[in-house]
């Protein structure tokens, strides 16, 4: 498991130090939490496609957004880690961590991520 948290914007690095790259679909809002420190919002989201790495895309994972960064229905392809912690009880999700604050992608930039994940798998 990677546990790099990329602090700077480079997509090469970003994606070659995530354990997955993820085509997800924002689903409903988990919830919120807004406090003196963190202004984020915990989603529900759906894999639609692994990029990178192998994951069960048929369970729902909860992921970590900055809030009013998205909305539900939104579709983007995400470079995360996932968390060492086993859900603690049956229902409860896996939870997604991004590898970088820059690690949410619009769904034009696919080909170059692809292009990213094919030049790592040759090295």
Not at 74 to 81: P, W
Request: with cysteine.
């Amino acid at each position: 498991m990677c546990e790099t948290f990329i602090r700077g914007n480079d997509k090469v690095e970003i994606i070659n130090n995530s354990e997955y790259v993820l085509k997800i679909e924002i689903l409903e809002s988990y919830r919120i939490i807004d406090t003196d420190t963190t202004n984020a919002e915990e989603y529900n989201v759906k894999i639609l496609d692994e990029l990178k790495g192998e994951i069960d895309i048929e369970l729902i994972y909860t992921l970590r957004f900055f809030q009013d960064t998205v909305t539900t229905g939104e579709k983007h392809i995400v470079a995360v880690n996932k968390s060492s912690i086993t859900p603690c009880r049956e229902g409860m999700n896996w939870i997604l961590y991004f590898t970088s604050r820059h690690g949410i992608f619009y769904f034009d930039r696919l080909d170059e991520i692809k292009e990213i994940i094919a030049s790592q798998q040759k090295n």
